[in-house]
């Protein structure tokens, strides 16, 4: 299993960034993903997951800011982050969880400057 992702930067308050995370080595179409972040000091936590079925959930902290999607012919996934807020600042990693064990990519960097 391999999930890159990508898109990460610096971007000022209510700025808008696209995460991309590219998966492989398992049958993308029939799983659930997701986006988890985790700042400097606090655990890791949901941001948003998406069915194999398209259906959603968000943490209540990005709900109408973000929108997670998915593209199960390319095997990308997307979250799209507007209005982005300080808080927002974390490494955002994409998941794939399993009976077993959870895989997770490398993340990518999201810093938002007030």
């Known amino acids: 299993v391999q999930l890159q992702a990508s898109g990460g930067g610096l971007v000022q308050a209510g700025g808008s960034l696209r995460l991309s995370c590219k998966a492989s080595?398992?049958?993308?179409?029939?799983?659930?993903v997701g986006w988890y972040r985790q700042a400097p000091g606090k655990q890791r936590e949901l941001v948003a997951r998406i069915t194999s079925a398209h259906m959603t959930d968000y943490a209540d902290f990005v709900k109408g800011r973000f929108t997670i999607s998915r593209d199960n012919v390319r095997r990308m996934l997307y979250l799209q982050m507007n209005s982005l807020k300080p808080d927002d600042t974390a490494v955002y990693y994409c998941?794939?969880?399993?009976?077993?064990?959870?895989?997770w990519g490398r993340g990518t960097q999201v810093t938002v400057s007030s």
């Open positions: 998941n794939l969880p399993s009976s077993t064990r959870d895989y």
């Open positions: 080595g398992f049958t993308f179409r029939i799983n659930t």
